[in-house]
């Protein structure tokens, strides 16, 4: 066997104590020279900070609570218009759905299957808003929303959703696509039982509409 190469047994050691020595838990002491003035005078440091805007709004204006669904609407038309600065949640396919104008909503494919071009309506609303006002139904509680619910077969009894005169909205069918190639392999062992499943999941994709409110008209 050739030599194993020679090491230097000292050097090594010299290194380890050097690093070791170098790792203090002692504190740091004091700088010796003194840190520089500050600009900023330290008799009112408010008045330094004066020109800066406020972090949050004045609480001095009190918040306006609507009384009535009238009033929830109107405060709500006030901060936002048909096509922009509003939302709903809608419950579609046993799911509640965040949407706003112009999204494109992919669900399991709708039947009976309808032409692109077609026009659906939301009936199931739990909640429409704008940035600061909301008009809620008892159904988006999830605690209410199971207790209506039917565990046996599995499906809402009762759906006490925002009635369909106050809000209105619309989905446009844009296409029904399908999912890629899936390839499921089913085997038993000693059986000599071999299966594949090919399967591709239907889809309709949706456009959501304007959203309208009670008294609203299509621009």
């Known amino acids: 066997m050739p030599p194993r190469p020679s090491t230097n047994i000292s050097s090594a050691f010299a290194r380890l104590s050097l690093s070791r020595g170098l790792q203090t838990t002692a504190p740091l002491p004091p700088p010796t020279t003194p840190l520089p003035p500050s600009d ?3 008799s009112s440091s408010s008045s ?5 805007p406020p972090i949050l709004p004045s609480s001095s204006s009190p918040t306006i ?3 009535s669904t009238s009033e929830a609407i109107s405060l709500i ?4 218009t048909s096509s922009c600065g509003r ?5 579609l396919y046993s799911r509640n759905y965040l949407l706003h104008p112009k999204d494109i909503l992919t669900l399991p494919q709708l039947k009976p299957v309808q032409s692109p071009g077609s026009t659906l309506s939301l009936t199931k609303v739990l909640e429409v808003g704008s940035r600061d006002y909301a008009l809620r139904s008892q159904a988006s509680n999830a605690a209410i929303l199971k207790r209506s619910m039917d565990w ?3 499906r809402l009894s009762s759906f006490e959703g925002i009635p369909e005169g106050v809000v209105d909205c619309n989905l446009t069918i ?3 696509t399908k999912s890629p190639l899936e390839r499921i392999l089913k085997k038993k062992r000693r059986k000599g039982y071999k299966k594949t499943i ?3 999941q239907g889809y309709t994709r949706l456009r959501v509409g304007d959203i309208l409110l009670k008294g609203e008209k299509v621009i």
């Not at 330094?48 to 800066?52: C, F, G, I, P």
């Not at 038309?77 to 936002?80: H, I, L």
């Not at 939302?87 to 419950?91: K, L, N, P, S, T």
């Open 174 to 176: 844009l296409e029904h």
């Open 198 to 200: 090919e399967h591709k």
């Open 152 to 154: 046996k077969s599995k």
């Open 65 to 67: 609570l609507p009384n």
């Open 48 to 52: 330094a900070l004066s020109h800066l």
């Open 77 to 80: 038309s006030s901060q936002s």
């Open 40 to 42: 900023i005078p330290s």
């Open 87 to 91: 939302y709903v949640i809608a419950r």
